[in-house]
């Protein structure tokens, strides 16, 4: 079908406790275009087109990100300790797939819940919505995006593992809204025109979430306890382009963890 295409630049939320008017303080790039580039975070200029990106649905779910440069590199996950984030070709890499959860959108001078109708990424729309908060997991290893002290873009491991109790769920939702800043801002700034077709967000609503939580909570969580913690309570609806092949474990991280956000953003 074709269409216009949305590009957006990614700002990040220095805190995980966000008032309406707070801004990003700095924004998601790549120095140059050489492959293996460390994915840094730096002043806003949306006309750099090594910030600007755009959300290519992968095969499967979730998206890759790529830059508005020919011929439009992606970002991956590295490997290393760090959790470090790099440029690579423009290739399909499982290491470059990315979940994403839309948290709030713009709405005039407030935040609002994105609703029950799927959110429409081609640019048509988004040029009016302009901005939504979201929070991003690499598919690969779970991490999620946020920016380190040396201002290096990197996934970062949250401590969410096998036989969570509750006492372990509210120390990670302390941990999320006090020591992990994960929030971006998405946004709108141009638009392309492109003869392929772009993914809408996927709705998971409560009660699909939730279902799709207790196929997994039994064998690694083991206790009723975890249904009753805020993450998943907070998940009223949250569209979402996440990849259907996550492993459980990350699958559980992403929708908890998205949920918790949500009552920040």
């Known amino acids: 079908m074709g269409g216009s295409e949305s590009r957006f630049i ?10 309406f008017d707070t801004k990003p303080s700095a924004f998601l790039h790549v120095k140059n275009g050489s492959k293996g580039t460390l994915a840094m975070a730096g002043t806003r200029n949306p006309k750099n087109r090594l910030q600007k990106i755009r959300l290519q649905p992968a095969k499967g779910g979730g998206a890759y990100i790529r830059f508005d440069r020919h011929p439009q590199p992606a970002l991956r996950v590295t490997g290393s300790e760090e959790g470090n984030v790099e440029l690579y070709n423009a290739s399909d890499n499982t290491k470059g797939i990315w979940n994403i959860a839309f ?3 713009k709405n005039g001078h407030e935040w ?4 029950e109708k799927p959110l429409d990424l081609w640019a048509d729309n988004m040029k009016k919505v302009q901005k939504c908060r979201v929070v991003i997991q690499n598919n690969a290893n779970g991490g999620f995006l946020t920016v380190n002290e040396k201002n290096e873009v990197v996934t970062v491991q949250l401590p969410i593992h096998q036989r969570m ?3 372990d769920m509210n120390r990670l939702q302390d941990a999320v809204s006090e020591e992990y800043k994960l929030i971006w801002e998405l946004e709108y700034v141009n638009s392309q025109w492109s003869s392929a077709e772009v993914g809408a967000a996927v709705f998971i609503p ?3 979430a939730t279902a799709g939580v207790a196929t997994f909570a039994g064998p690694i969580f083991g ?27 990350n699958f559980l991280a992403f929708t908890v963890v998205a949920g918790m956000l949500k009552k920040l953003a």
């Open 112 to 115: 609002k819940d994105v609703g």
């Open 103 to 105: 948290l709030k959108v």
């Open 206 to 208: 409560a009660a699909v």
């Open 10 to 19: 990614l700002g990040h939320y220095d805190s995980s406790r966000i008032a």
């Open 223 to 249: 206790t009723a306890a975890f249904f009753n913690c805020t993450g998943i309570s907070a998940l009223v609806v949250l569209p979402m382009v996440q990849a259907a092949g996550a492993k459980a474990l």
């Open 165 to 167: 109790n509750a006492e």
